[in-house]
């Protein structure tokens, strides 16, 4: 019966999982506690192919607990409680241990579901979700486990996988693997210990006797397997969040970086809705001329479409990266709107409006004094209501454009 390469090489001990050593490591909290032999409830959360399954069946294999998979997309609550009704008995002397896999699947009446289970203590629940575990379990559960995040494996940990792996598949043959392919796998694979594995188990399959396995075949097998892009999973947001610090940071290398792999996933959308805001919430009036600027290169991008739309939309990212910055407006329209949750008053009764009959006799708009009738189109009168008149929003930011237009107006109310 064939058995994939990457369920041969399977770790058997934590010592033989590869990466992840924050965790397993010598001192490793989760090695700790595996070590102590009291499993609590847990989540493990991480992308796909880093070693969570593994874990999960070590952990059973050196507590002598019974292990039970589940996954999540075809199960149901019942297969729970078939566990359940095993306990006790001499198929489980020792315990279980129930492996759920992409809990999130499970919807909320289901997740509420798993809370008899495990508060019994019958059972020690260990779930794995690839979607940030805060936004896709229910908290009840949540608080019940302790949540250990899975990091992609590191290229140099990848390494040591790579080369055990084409040792075992190239055993007794007579392929050459060249310097630099167990690197490009590595590299190539996003940190995704199964994708590697499988892409050595397709070299090494591919491969004819007396030939070698070269960097050009590891780069054509793993394509592009390194970008880990899901418009509705957390890599979408993080990568539009380092996009965007990156350029409130100034740093026009990681600005386009970052939109480069928002393009080659395909999300123009994100891309351009994300250089507007920044236009105007970093920029803002430091150089307001950067938003029509911006928006033209947006539109642009939508007219040509990709890949061309590469262009417009690089250029815009790099002018705002460039730019000098101000969060002047975002600030001020944040307190502004903070203010609005407690007392306001009403607008003045000379700002109101008075184009229409009979609102003389309301008296709107009266008292109103008309700016362009005076000096320089400026005169002092009230505009915020009473409840709020003196209160100050707006601050000019430090940047030479800002500075021009307060030096302006102090000139003009202090004359």
């Known amino acids: 019966m064939y058995q994939p390469l990457a369920d041969k090489i399977r770790p058997q001990t934590l010592d033989d999982v590869v990466g992840q050593r924050a965790l397993l490591g010598e001192g490793g909290i989760l090695r700790r506690i595996i070590d102590s032999g009291q499993i609590p409830n847990m989540i493990f959360y991480g992308p796909s192919g880093i070693g969570k399954t593994t874990v999960a069946s070590i952990i059973a294999r050196q507590t002598q607990r019974r292990l039970y998979r589940i996954n999540a997309t075809t199960a149901s609550i019942?297969?729970?409680?078939?566990?359940?009704?095993?306990?006790?008995?001499?198929?489980?002397?020792?315990?279980?241990?129930?492996?759920?896999?992409?809990?999130?699947?499970?919807?909320?009446?289901?997740?509420?579901?798993?809370?008899?289970?495990?508060?019994?203590?019958?059972?020690?629940?260990?779930?794995?979700?690839?979607?940030?575990?805060?936004?896709?379990?229910?908290?009840?559960?949540?608080?019940?486990?302790?949540?250990?995040?899975?990091?992609?494996?590191?290229?140099e940990e990848l390494?040591?996988?790579?080369?055990?792996?084409?040792?075992?598949?190239?055993?007794?043959?007579?392929?050459?693997?060249?310097?630099?392919?167990?690197?490009?796998?590595?590299?190539?694979?996003?940190?995704?210990?199964?994708?590697?594995?499988?892409?050595?188990?397709?070299?090494?399959?591919?491969?004819?006797?007396?030939?070698?396995?070269?960097?050009?075949?590891?780069?054509?097998?793993?394509?592009?397997?390194?970008?880990?892009?899901?418009?509705?999973?957390?890599?979408?947001?993080?990568?539009?969040s380092a996009f965007h610090k990156s350029i409130r940071g100034s740093d026009p290398d990681a600005a386009v970086h970052y939109l480069a792999r928002l393009l080659e996933g395909g999300d123009m959308q994100s891309a351009a809705r994300r250089l507007l805001v920044i236009a105007a919430e970093d920029v803002g009036l430091a150089y307001p001329q950067a938003m029509p600027v911006v928006k033209a290169c947006v539109d642009a991008a939508f007219q040509l479409g990709l890949p061309e739309a590469r262009l417009p939309l690089a250029e815009a990212a790099l002018l705002l990266a460039t730019a000098p910055k101000s969060d002047s407006a975002a600030a001020a329209i944040a307190a502004a709107a903070a203010d609005l949750q407690g007392e306001i008053g009403d607008v003045p009764s000379s700002l109101r409006d008075a184009h229409y009959?009979?609102?003389?006799?309301?008296?709107?708009?009266?008292?109103?004094?008309?700016?362009?009738?005076?000096?320089?189109?400026?005169?002092?009168?009230?505009?915020?209501?009473?409840?709020?008149?003196?209160?100050?929003?707006?601050?000019?930011?430090?940047?030479?454009?800002?500075?021009?237009?307060?030096?302006?107006?102090?000139?003009?109310?202090?004359?």
């Open 159 to 240: 390494c040591r996988a790579v080369e055990r792996a084409f040792r075992l598949a190239l055993e007794g043959r007579a392929v050459t693997v060249a310097e630099g392919t167990v690197r490009a796998i590595a590299t190539g694979c996003g940190g995704d210990v199964r994708k590697a594995l499988n892409a050595v188990e397709l070299l090494a399959g591919g491969a004819a006797d007396g030939g070698t396995v070269t960097p050009e075949d590891a780069q054509a097998v793993a394509q592009r397997s390194n970008m880990r892009f899901d418009r509705d999973g957390d890599a979408h947001y993080d990568i539009l």
């Open 357 to 415: 009959a009979g609102a003389s006799r309301l008296g709107r708009g009266k008292g109103y004094l008309f700016p362009h009738d005076y000096p320089s189109h400026w005169v002092e009168q009230q505009y915020l209501p009473d409840a709020l008149d003196g209160r100050r929003y707006y601050e000019f930011g430090e940047n030479k454009n800002e500075q021009a237009a307060k030096k302006y107006w102090e000139t003009v109310k202090n004359r």
């Open 78 to 155: 019942q297969d729970i409680r078939a566990v359940m009704d095993e306990l006790d008995t001499f198929l489980t002397p020792n315990g279980a241990l129930v492996y759920l896999d992409e809990i999130q699947y499970f919807n909320k009446k289901q997740q509420q579901s798993l809370l008899e289970c495990i508060e019994s203590g019958k059972i020690t629940l260990i779930a794995s979700t690839t979607e940030n575990p805060y936004f896709y379990i229910y908290g009840a559960v949540l608080s019940r486990c302790t949540v250990f995040e899975f990091k992609p494996v590191e290229p």
